[in-house]
Nanobody
């Protein structure tokens, strides 16, 4: 099971850190990632990280602003988001691939959480 936390309402330019707590999985054994979906838009792969934690992917729209990380001791995946923009508004959810690599950080994941809402607005 994957459960996301940390969403909320933030002003443009603000920051949030999303967390994804896993149970039933040991995250360091799997590739994981964050996806988002805004109303009327396609689901987008925001960031992915491999099981070793040494290879990651970021969508062009978030490069330099978002950072994916993982705390193996807490079995938790994070997404640190800074310089948030209104276009970052979406439902964010974490995903897990039954593999040590995430491929193209595409929608071929195997498990996902219920999501946490991020709203960027003044």
């Amino acid at each position: 099971r994957l459960v996301e936390f940390g969403g909320g309402l933030v002003q443009p330019g603000g920051s949030l850190r999303l967390s994804c707590a896993a149970s039933g999985y040991t995250l360091e054994h799997y590739a994981t990632g964050w996806f988002r979906q805004a109303p009327g838009k396609e689901r987008e792969g925001v960031s992915c990280i491999n099981s070793s934690g040494d290879i990651s992917y970021y969508a062009d729209s978030v490069k330099g602003r978002f950072t994916i990380s993982r705390d193996n001791a807490k079995n938790t995946l994070f997404l640190q988001m800074i310089s948030l923009k209104p276009e970052d508004t979406a439902l964010y959810y974490c995903v897990l691939y039954h593999s040590d690599n995430y491929g193209d950080c595409d929608q071929n994941y195997d498990s996902w959480g219920q999501g946490t809402q991020v709203t960027v607005s003044s």
